[in-house]
């Protein structure tokens, strides 16, 4: 045990009614929500890199952070990860993601890189034993150092694009080593800056071939977890390829591997690209392209990446009514791709933080859960279209349509949208 | 001759030096640029709807504009077109561009709308004949009208889609017979106001099956034009199915008709989807869906559709390199889907606006075609991806190129994107 | 009685249990919060104009409703009373509000207008006294009709200028006439469409001659009520002078105005502007100009005034806990600037919109008189100030400051600032 | 002479056909515009900051730059002032701008701190003294180091109130050493993340106490320059209180400081806060506030400060003209707080890009000058308002003018505003 955290109990489900901040009031992991324990509807995961490996900066300013294992060495790396499993076993979470570069120093080279990777793996694998906290998702971090400035699969270097695919390669060895449930890839850099120094056309051919090599190995090694890109629209780039939902899916049907790969939706990045949350979520479900969701939250009046932890119960039941529509998870999960303020310095904020964001996941999960019980609001979805159970419109052509409005003189009268009265029907569940 | 435009002479190029407001500065359709008149590159065209059809409302206001052909009768629709052919012969545009509900009135039924396309198709059809002008596209209104509030294709009730099936076959065969050289969709309710009452799926399928019907209808009628979508995120709807680019083509590819439909961009919806107007056109021409633009400019303060006349002479610049990097038009061309300010009264305000716009577009063209001509942006460009030119690697596997990294110790270097020097570089054309 | 609403009961409260979509879950009218009752603490008001004049219109189509008043004569104008009227008292809101375009039908020229004005002031006056219902403000729209097409106070024409005071003037004594509690100024068109056509000094002197206008008319009539701006950043003007709160203030300052008129705060409006509602709030209440607040929504999707009902509960309680540490409504209230979407045809629509929106301002006001009550946020927010209140520093200078801080070697240690603890704090409230 | 730029000539005017890349086309720094120097209306400046001191990270990465000086000792700080004088001197540009954190090592504590601010002071000062370069402006850093994380003058903890205050003192006694023009307050921290722990009013009223400090101090030293404070709305707060020129204008006013303090318009924030550049700077010019800008550019796709090399003459010229109409700079200047693109790593780059930033601004310039000289705008703008020369109006009040429109049946007719003619005419001078 270290002293990070030392004082802070494991938090426990108390209920709505409970003072205690160091306490769940919502989230009670084996209550019963549809037939299914709730723990198993979240499937919640910490982030290994907001939590652990973020300094507190921004553009303005520096590290407010001040972690006994910020540092290079193979030490810090395990004292990070120690404090992490035990933050893991605080909250309760039975999942956690990372990049490689959360933890393991940077080597002087690939090799030294990968060795540091290979190590750490072994040490989290002991970790994850002991807790029996697991993976849900590992990725590569193909967009912090500056070899990755003008991108990793699209660079204009073909040795950038060699070394991020060796990166990607010992990145899903180590997924696959922790038992991950999924592979992530969000390609932070694989954008643009300028069109005037980009040939888009390389680069998406570049992307496609890179997406078809992680595709090929996880089917060379057999691995079972899903394949899944999460979108954003730009930021860090001016532009980035994949935009956002209907982007990746256009991108993967060029590429023929709409089958193969799924999205991990993330809030924020749902409203940077002009959506709302459930928007993207809905959107992936009907493409039968649904994954996972980084369940954090983005401030409205910003214009960049805040990834908050979430708070706003209205909105988490809409997006885990989309979720529950989709049939719920299947290898993905809620990760809390969220970082504290970089105000909030403090071991108990970074508990607390989660806390809050857990709580408010289970209580949209238990309103959604109702409305979609109750029923009463796919029957009003279901009614308004029940014109076209029974038509055969579909079926015939333009001339043959026209000949039915002109004899049967159709007129069509619209009907109430009732956005008002299904609004009201949502806040009556929450 | 109808005396709306009294006194307007017909605009002449005269040089950049011109003092002459009704005069082009830069526009001097038979001048050659890279081997083409430049009207033959640029293929204007005005919009029916704005400079005609449209009052001057807006969401707090109500008609501004006055004119003589306001009213719902014949008479009032044939005044309409005699002004208009005479503003198309004054700024000597070669085409113009129309919906149904531009250029007819709305009848009491079906039947009786058509009744009225069909005599004014006829009436534009000798307009045409006697001044030269011709049709670049026509389409459909599918949103003006209340049947319409809750989408056409998309439209729970099936009586909508086919009032819209009808609808569209009767402005096809209006393009058809006009001569028109493409048929536009711009589905401006297909789309929702909340996910709570839509089904996505369902919509989704419909709109993929009127899209169906439509490239049936082109080839069983052995229409030559192009079908073409115009995008747009939002705005009559909350959302909108038509987003941007890279959503249409998703789109396209899941209905399997990427090669039988291209895309008609707009400058303005670009912005309001959070790309730049080049970076729709480029990523359309990388797909093989461009086809056509839209012309008009977006306020950038603004969060809604401002359609205004452009202006921005290194914007357009910019936009005129993706088209003749594209190889030009071929069915497409350069419409004014742009209106006046509802202060700009004056018949003269009408006349000048399209001069300036076409001014602008004839600046950045030829800024555009002496860029290419000089090559050295491509010369750039290319340089820069050259590594590729010779490389092996999208052939190869994860494990390869590991073993690769490994044994070359590969260590990539950054090299500078040179953003501002090429930036310079396109200074100097302008 | 007219036949609009037959069959819609007077809507009761029932408790959060109810099933009944014809009443309150949450607002019960005399249940005391913090000592008042709570239609005391909001103040509600419906308003004429989203309700019963706006026809359903948006950029993109026209009208959707189709209300038997629509049309323009003064009976038109006396149904449409009865039927708003009749609202008021189904909803049991104490108040409403309105334009005098809303409400009387535009006359010939000004002295008919006057004079229906008038007429329907009378006919008001007695629907008043019969049902109880008062007026919250009254205000003149100055923004529908052409002639305000370059604003109204300050556009460049002074007939324009004299055309709106005199409106003002008529208004007010509407106003007055029905007993308003406050007098309303929103500035529509003020503000410019392009900079190259503008005087900004010159309507900045206008618009500060016409608000002392109003000020001294206050005074010689004897008005009692507020007089408020309500600001707004653009939408229907690209620009407009009445941006935000800071900006009002700095306008109030500048012409001395600033404990004369306060501001009437709309969320959509704040969103528009880049804040949030409750920023907006905060710092009308900390400038001392905090008025009135119309309590719709906008979508964050969207980049204009959707003015929709509120449903976001966390969000209003954060919006009514600043209205109540600003010590609650004095003559302002909660006015509904909200219009149904135009989909939504039905009278159940207009009534059940009204429900949700008053429901969720109920329970809004209910956590925010918790929170303050508890006392938790607000001990917090006093003791991270706490080293102020016993500092001296603000009376000294910058050479003294320089010397104590090497004199004492003052190093500041960062304190954590707790926000996601703070927002658990919160959302134990809801 | 170091050997960093080694290779790069002094850039010398060569006109607008040159194909040297390291020569300016437009910026002729004798020239005469109106009747005095293009170097004197321009009055261009360097920052220090982002090309010397900021290492290319961004959110999602870290250092890409690779300089020489990076380091933290006085010996990288005389390096960095060599290599930045040389650049200034490649560049003739007359003067530059710096940040106390850009130029000295942070030290231990404060007295550390103060001394190599000092000793670099003089450093710089002999610097000044051998190549005639001049100080623009000099500020205080109170953003980057992690004592600022809760504001500077608006911190919570007085402590951090007064390092911030002796911090201020130290670095007008730097400017005032350095002959500085002007003195800049930009309030990067002071503003919120979170209005859950902000006392708006207590840490309004210390900004004002700390702007009146240093406005004390300056006429306590006798400095001639201006104070200036630098509008942001957000970046790096979620809420800045210096949001634009109105909010400032209305804090200016409130403290009684509005004739002592000007501000520095930023074209970038001014985008950020919905506004356009020409917007704020004619707003400042009209609140008689109008002091100096920095001329850098803002990406529109962009949520975020991107500070990017002005490159749009177009835009550049309405800003200008809006100087011009201010009467032009007095102490101010043209600052470029611009960075290169991280990806821009060569020496070149840096150069260039000022190269190109310098003849954007002199080809604005010159247009903006044409137009004005020409007088065709300001005829147009005058005849519009032209009715107002004669009118007595704004001495009346509301019942009179009632009367009158009364009694003389005004009818205002709208006349046009012939937005696009004027946005023509504008295109003529470009
Ligand atoms: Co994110
Ligand atoms: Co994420
Ligand atoms: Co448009
Ligand atoms: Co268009
Ligand atoms: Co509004
Ligand atoms: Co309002
Ligand atoms: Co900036
Ligand atoms: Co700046």
């Known amino acids: 045990m270290t002293d990070f955290f030392k004082g802070i109990p494991a938090i426990k489900f108390e209920g709505a009614q409970s003072d205690n901040e160091f306490a769940f009031r919502h989230y009670n992991p084996d209550e019963v929500v549809l037939g299914k324990p709730m723990k198993d509807h979240l499937r919640f995961a910490a982030a290994y890199w907001h939590s652990f490996a973020w300094p507190g900066g921004d553009p303005f300013g520096g590290q407010t952070f001040q972690r006994p294992w910020f540092g290079d060495t193979m030490a810090d790396a395990k004292l990070k990860a120690d404090v992490a499993f035990e933050m893991f076993q605080i909250l309760g979470v039975p999942y956690y993601c990372f990049h490689d570069a959360d933890m393991r120093p940077e080597g002087a080279n690939f090799a030294e890189s990968a060795r540091n990777l290979d190590e750490m793996t072994e040490y989290l694998a002991e970790k994850q034993a002991e807790s029996g906290?697991?993976?849900?998702?590992?990725?590569?971090?193909?967009?912090?150092?500056?070899?990755?400035?003008?991108?990793?699969?699209?660079?204009?270097?073909?040795?950038?694009?060699?070394?991020?695919?060796?990166?990607?390669?010992?990145?899903?060895?180590?997924?696959?080593?922790?038992?991950?449930?999924?592979?992530?890839?969000?390609?932070?850099?694989?954008?643009?800056?300028?069109?005037?120094?980009?040939?888009?056309?390389?680069?998406?051919?570049?992307?496609?071939?890179?997406?078809?090599?992680?595709?090929?190995?996880?089917?060379?090694?057999?691995?079972?977890?899903?394949?899944?890109?999460?979108?954003?629209?730009?930021?860090?780039?001016?532009?980035q390829y994949d935009y956002d939902v209907a982007t990746v899916y256009g991108f993967l049907k060029?590429?023929?591997?709409?089958?193969?790969?799924?999205?991990?939706?993330?809030?924020?990045?749902?409203?940077?690209?002009?959506?709302?949350?459930?928007?993207?979520?809905?959107?992936?479900?009907?493409?039968?392209?649904?994954?996972?969701?980084?369940?954090?939250?983005?401030?409205?009046?910003?214009?960049?990446?805040?990834?908050?932890?979430?708070?706003?119960?209205?909105?988490?039941?809409?997006?885990?009514?989309?979720?529950?529509?989709?049939?719920?998870?299947?290898?993905?999960?809620?990760?809390?791709?969220?970082?504290?303020?970089?105000?909030?310095?403090?071991?108990?904020?970074?508990?607390?933080?989660?806390?809050?964001?857990?709580?408010?996941?289970?209580?949209?999960?238990?309103?959604?859960?109702?409305?979609?019980?109750?029923?009463?609001?796919?029957?009003?979805?279901?009614?308004?279209?029940?014109?076209?159970?029974?038509?055969?419109?579909l079926g015939l052509d333009l001339s043959t349509i026209e000949t039915r409005v002109r004899e049967l003189d159709i007129q069509p009268e619209p009907r109430s949208g009732k956005q008002e009265r299904l609004e009201n029907l949502v806040n009556k569940y929450l």
């Open 133 to 239: 906290v697991k993976l849900l998702w590992g990725t590569a971090n193909l967009f912090s150092h500056r070899r990755f400035m003008s991108g990793a699969a699209t660079n204009p270097d073909p040795d950038v694009f060699a070394y991020s695919a060796a990166t990607i390669k010992t990145c899903m060895d180590a997924t696959i080593r922790l038992g991950g449930e999924n592979y992530v890839l969000w390609g932070g850099r694989e954008g643009y800056e300028t069109l005037l120094n980009t040939d888009m056309g390389r680069e998406r051919a570049q992307a496609g071939a890179m997406l078809q090599m992680v595709v090929d190995y996880k089917h060379k090694t057999g691995f079972k977890g899903a394949i899944l890109i999460e979108p954003k629209p730009q930021e860090p780039t001016k532009h």
């Open 254 to 393: 060029d590429f023929g591997l709409e089958g193969e790969v799924q999205v991990n939706v993330e809030q924020g990045h749902a409203i940077l690209a002009g959506h709302s949350f459930e928007h993207e979520l809905a959107l992936a479900r009907e493409l039968g392209i649904f994954g996972s969701i980084d369940m954090n939250r983005n401030d409205y009046q910003s214009g960049w990446d805040t990834d908050q932890f979430p708070n706003n119960v209205p909105e988490m039941a809409l997006a885990y009514y989309e979720v529950l529509r989709a049939g719920g998870f299947k290898t993905g999960g809620t990760n809390f791709d969220a970082k504290l303020r970089r105000q909030s310095l403090d071991p108990e904020d970074l508990i607390l933080a989660h806390v809050g964001g857990m709580d408010a996941c289970a209580a949209g999960l238990k309103a959604a859960a109702a409305m979609l019980e109750d029923g009463k609001l796919e029957a009003a979805r279901n009614e308004r279209y029940s014109g076209w159970d029974t038509s055969d419109l």
